[in-house]
């Protein structure tokens, strides 16, 4: 069955720490990958993207991920996290029609000062 | 920049009303999305719409949901008879179709729906 996973439900790490969101698909085929952010009562912002090329791709807010065909994995990562980071994170992934989005159950990232 | 934009921003029902939630997509974009999101679950795909019809559409939209782009810039979702486990927030999306697939998904801020 297709599907998202993102393990961590919750993660906190101090300001200025690195930080890695992890995410897992299940799919036939390699599919589109995203991630957005999403703050408390705010809608979904888009932080990166992934649909072919260059595996390592470059986001706002300084995060960036990493596709791992091997590893069936699309991992975001930012090297010093700031308070300002504190939100749910969702990896996502579409089919090649990019019509079909779904999502995995998030990871709620927690900033400590 | 361009966004898209969704009212109203809470809206709050008696179980068993219809609602009609809105949505203005990003001008020139081609494809339309409704998602929704219940309280600490995650994000769920609803519909895609393009070219005045549903294209895909998955197991949570059934009979009692209904989309509509009624005129050139809104896109509606409707609930006929809402139920208490409707209560979601609801996400519209747009994405301009010029890219080959290869384009984003852009979000509006979300309907967040009470029914009572």
């Known amino acids: 069955a297709q599907s998202v996973t993102q393990p961590d439900i919750h993660i906190t790490v101090s300001e200025g720490a690195s930080l890695e969101l992890r995410c897992n698909y299940s799919?036939?085929?390699?599919?589109?990958l995203f991630w957005y952010v999403q703050s408390p009562g705010q809608g979904l912002q888009l932080l990166l993207k992934?649909?072919?090329?260059?595996?390592l791709v470059q986001g706002i807010k300084g995060f960036e991920a990493e596709f791992k065909r091997s590893q069936s994995s699309f991992n975001l990562r930012k090297p010093s996290v700031h308070w300002s980071d504190a939100a749910e994170y969702f990896c996502?992934?579409?089919?090649?029609?990019?019509?079909?989005?779904?999502f995995g159950a998030g990871t709620r990232l927690t900033v400590k000062p | 920049e361009p966004e898209v934009t969704q009212t109203p921003s809470h809206q709050v029902t008696q179980m068993g009303q219809e609602v009609i939630l809105r949505c203005v997509p990003i001008?020139?974009?081609?494809?339309f999305y409704w998602y929704r999101q219940i309280l600490g679950q995650k994000v769920e795909f609803l519909v895609s719409?393009?070219?005045?019809?549903?294209?895909?559409k998955s197991e949570i939209f059934d009979d009692q949901f209904s989309v509509e782009r009624p005129d050139g810039s809104n896109f509606t979702l409707k609930i006929r008879s809402t139920k208490l486990e409707d209560s979601a927030m609801y996400f519209c999306?747009?994405?301009?179709?010029?890219?080959?697939?290869?384009?984003?998904?852009?979000f509006g801020p979300g309907t967040r729906l009470t029914v009572l």
């Open positions: 999306a747009s994405r301009s179709g010029r890219g080959g697939g290869s384009d984003t998904q852009y």
């Open positions: 992934y649909f072919s090329g260059d595996t």
């Open positions: 799919y036939g085929a390699t599919p589109y």
């Open positions: 001008s020139n974009h081609l494809y």
């Open positions: 996502a992934v579409a089919l090649y029609n990019n019509n079909d989005m779904r």
């Open positions: 719409f393009y070219n005045n019809e549903i294209s895909e």
